[in-house]
């Protein structure tokens, strides 16, 4: 007899960007800038009470959210990053080993992770050719036993989207009896009009949870915030598998103060996606692969030179970027000082 669950041994870690002192690091997604200061301020003035527990019902950051999504308060659920949120949608939905989770792969490195750890089976669906999200091949793969589906736009790490229409036979092809999560980690980085928007769709598809997060746009990363927005009853059940107190209240006051500054917070998007595009020009100019990006990353497909190339930004020129196996590396947008050094380091690779 063992104490602990045989499977875990199985269980993929996740791996975070690396920091390295002197290197640029652009392997983490996050946003070069820290929070305004009206944010700052807010942080402060919550650390002043560390003393007591934070409001477990996160009652001032939601009722904040309802009114700027302009969505009733019982359809939002705060987590501790829209990572945990995932795995609360796991736990909610999945109930016997042979329960089923659909995602497509390459995606983002949490989903099998918080499918294994919620005791569920993973159905993964390849990529298309063009590195999206093959909704069709999705839509195949669902099976009596399947009770989520997660669809990640733009995906991490390749940026890509799910336009509206494909979102939309998706949520109607699988039936009301799937949940299907829609992952917009990066929404406040789309400038694609087909792109999938999904607080458009929630009110016509009752079995659809929209996931976003404070981490990116809003600058909030070491504070783990993140929220779902759904059908009351599944806002419910995401309470339920809630653990207690995971949203401090230094991150609770911090995120309803960005919401307060989002105006500034997201016009610095707008200079992102200016970056993005001059970096994926250079790249292509370059001979790299490199799909439209509709995040705050490009995405290079280098096979079998993803080590390499890994090696080369960092050794030559102290940039760090994010590797993924033999398929690729991601690579955040930042600064344009930033952005030259990691050009500089992608045109001088001769592996």
């Not at 009722?63 to 700027?68: I, K, P, T, V």
């Not at 999200?133 to 989520?148: E, K, Q, S, W």
Request: charged share 20%; aromatic share 6%; with cysteine.
């Amino acid at each position: 007899m063992t104490l602990i669950r045989p499977d875990l041994d199985t269980l993929p870690a996740y791996v975070p960007g690396r920091a390295i002192p002197g290197a640029i690091k652009l392997a983490s997604n996050e946003v070069s800038l820290p929070p305004t200061p009206r944010v700052l301020a807010a942080i402060a003035e919550a650390a002043a009470g560390g003393n007591r527990y934070p409001d477990l019902a996160v009652t001032g950051l939601t009722a904040r959210l309802a009114q700027y999504l302009d969505v009733d308060a019982e359809r939002i659920a705060i987590g501790c990053g829209s990572v945990t949120l995932c795995q609360q949608l796991v736990q909610a939905t999945c109930f016997e080993p042979s329960d089923e989770v659909v995602y497509a792969w390459r995606s983002f490195e949490s989903y099998p992770i918080v499918t294994q750890i919620g005791g569920a089976t993973i159905r993964t669906v390849p990529l298309d050719d063009d590195f999206r999200h093959d909704i069709d091949a999705m839509i195949a793969a669902v099976t009596p036993r399947t009770r989520l589906v997660i669809v990640c736009s733009p995906n991490n790490p390749t940026g890509t989207v799910v336009t509206r229409e494909e979102m939309e036979r998706l949520l109607v092809s699988v039936g009301p009896d799937v949940l299907v999560a829609l992952d917009e980690a990066y929404y406040e980085y789309v400038t694609d009009p087909e792109a999938v928007d999904g607080m458009a769709l929630i009110d016509a598809h009752p079995n659809l949870v929209v996931l976003r997060t404070f981490s990116k746009a809003y600058r909030l990363a070491a504070l783990r915030v993140g929220y779902a927005v759904s059908a009351p009853a599944v806002t419910t059940a995401l309470r339920k598998v809630c653990s207690p107190f995971s949203v401090s209240s230094v991150a609770q006051a911090g995120a309803i103060a960005a919401l307060d500054d989002a105006a500034e917070l997201l016009a610095w998007c707008k200079d992102v996606v200016t970056e993005r595009s001059r970096v994926r020009d250079a790249l292509l100019e370059a001979g790299y692969t490199v799909p439209v990006s509709q995040s705050n990353f490009v995405w290079l497909a280098l096979g079998d030179r993803t080590g390499p190339f890994t090696a080369h930004c960092l050794d030559h020129h102290k940039v760090v970027v994010r590797p993924f196996a033999s398929d690729g590396v991601r690579v955040t947008v930042s600064a344009p000082d930033e952005n030259d050094a990691f050009l500089a380091a992608a045109r001088s690779f001769t592996g």
